[in-house]
Nanobody, 129 residues
Framework: QVQLVESGGGLVQAGGSLRLSCTAS????????MGWFRQAPGKEREFVSA????????YYANSVKGRFTISRDNAKNTVYLQMNNLKPEDTAVYYC??????????????????????WGQGTQVTVSS
């Protein structure tokens, strides 16, 4: 059973930065991937970014490309999401998720929340204008 623990959310002014962390325990698939999704009030959960544990391929939503950077530390089973130049529209609860399976390298696969079998509890990110 994979368990995910997130940290790093908070309140920041527009233009500021935050770094989210997500540590996985019980992970067994080295060819799996971890992603970040977010959900704002009244909106559906949306894909933010993902990274494959093996090879390190990365994926970004257009809305965060150039501002957010995802990285991983395989030895620590931890994925980071560095968020720079934050905007009020980035305000949401951010969830990390683990696929828990051998997957695909395509953007469509790794951005699909249905491909992720394990989810963290979420961490609030609030960006004030």
């Amino acid at each position: 059973q994979v368990q995910l623990v997130e940290s790093g959310g908070g309140l920041v002014q527009a233009g500021g930065s935050l770094r989210l962390s997500c540590t996985a325990s019980g992970r067994t698939y080295t060819s799996s991937a971890m992603g970040w999704f977010r959900q704002a009030p009244g909106k559906e959960r949306e894909f933010v970014s993902a990274i494959r544990w093996s090879g390190g391929s990365t994926y970004y939503a257009n809305s965060v490309k150039g501002r957010f950077t995802i990285s991983r530390d395989n030895a620590k089973n931890t994925v980071y999401l560095q968020m720079n130049n934050l905007k009020p529209e980035d305000t949401a609860v951010y969830y990390c998720a683990e696929q828990g399976r051998i997957g695909s390298i395509s953007y469509a696969y790794n951005s699909d929340p249905g491909k992720y079998g394990y989810w963290g509890q979420g961490t609030q990110v609030t960006v004030s204008s």
